[in-house]
Structures are given as C-alpha cells and as structure tokens.
C-alpha cells in the first residue's frame, strides 16, 4: 500500500538529474526572455542608454543562443516555446528573430556589414572591460584584445573624429612599449577603464544618434 500523499510535499517536476537538469534549463530560457523583453521596452522608453542598453542584450542574446542550443530536443522553435508556456513577450520574439541589438539594427550607417561590425566592435568592448574588471593588467594579457578592439573601432567612417579612438590608441601605444610580462599600475588601469567606458558610450551615441549621457 502507498503512502498518502502530504499536501504540504512539493511536487517535483523530475525524478532524475537529467530530467531536473532539462527542466531548470527551460526555465534559464524563461528567464532570459522575459529579461530581454524588460530590456526592449526599458530601451524604447529611453530608461536606458544606448551605452548600458548594447552590451546587456549582446550578453542576453548570446545566453539565448547557448540555452537554445541546450533545450534543442524540446524545444523546436522560439514561437513553439513563448506559445507552450503562454507567453506574451512580443518585444523580446522580436529582438529574438533579429539577432542583434536595437543600435545594430537601427544603425544609422546601414548595411548588413556595418550591422556585424557593431555586433563585433560591441562584443570586443565588453570582452575588453571583462578583462580590466577581472583584474588582468599583464600586456600579453591585454594587448591582444585591446589591437582587437581598436582594429575594429577604426573601421567605422567618422571615427577618427571620436575622442575615444584617439584615447585607445594611446592606451596601445603605452601597452606596445612595455615587456610582455610588464603590468599597468592600479591607477592607469582605473584610467584605463574610465577611458574605455567612455569610449563604449560615445561610440553607440555616435551611431544610433542617441545623445544621451553615460
């Protein structure tokens, strides 16, 4: 004979680790569409800078794409997944179908190889920041994201005029005359990082037209 059934015991969804592993998957997928759609609307309304706007759906884009990958036995399609689950996020299916953030597809300099080239100058701002706030200050360890960077900044018309093209360069050449193994002090990278901040937001105020302060 069983055991009655308390109902004050919480029902679980899973009775194995893959099953508990697949269910808390599609609940991260839950999350960041719901996150995202936030973001959209947080966006429009100006609640948000173009500058904390680009980076934070890049990073929720990116989330999507892995979890997606994750979920794929099932979950077939985004719409599948948003009408199983009742919901009604029409902001973020958009961004979803698109691929990239509002700036990127709203650029003021059109063109589908202006578009990758703010994907990518984008995520090399935020590769780079990542690495001053996880306390990296070797050249070795900086340089090579900072040539990435600068390299991709350059290739937009316009930019030789940005304040902030003209301060990475000299943070390259200050990295290119140290040893490989040479460190920045705690104050140039504090510099470092305000600089590249404020680079990141005139860089997006320059191309969605959107002047708003950092």
């Known amino acids: 004979m069983s055991a009655p059934l308390s109902l004050d015991e919480e029902a679980r969804l899973y009775t194995t680790n893959a099953e508990r592993e697949k269910y808390e998957s599609l609940a991260t997928l839950y999350g ?14 100006d609640s948000v800078t173009a500058a904390e706007y680009s980076p934070a759906c890049t990073r929720l884009l990116s989330q999507y794409k892995t979890m997606l990958k994750l979920v794929s036995d099932d979950v077939t399609s985004i719409e599948q997944f948003m009408s199983r689950y009742r919901m009604d996020h029409p902001a973020a299916l958009h961004r979803l179908k698109v691929g990239v953030p509002a700036t990127v597809e709203h650029s003021s300099e059109a063109g589908p190889e202006t578009g990758k080239w703010v994907a990518e100058t984008t995520q090399s701002f935020i590769t780079f920041m990542d690495a001053i706030k996880l306390r990296l200050r070797a050249k070795d360890q900086l340089h090579p994201i900072l040539q990435e960077l600068v390299t991709g900044y350059a290739r ?42 404020h680079a990141y937001a005139e860089f997006f105020r320059s191309l969605s037209g959107k002047d708003n302060p950092h």
């Open 32 to 45: 960041i569409v719901v996150a995202l759609d936030y973001l959209e609307r947080a966006y429009v309304r």
């Open 156 to 197: 937009f018309k316009g930019s030789k005029d940005w304040e902030g093209r003209s301060k990475m360069v000299g943070w390259l050449i200050t990295l290119n005359g140290m040893k490989a193994s040479e460190e920045i002090t705690e104050e140039q990278s504090r510099q470092l990082m305000f600089d590249v901040d």
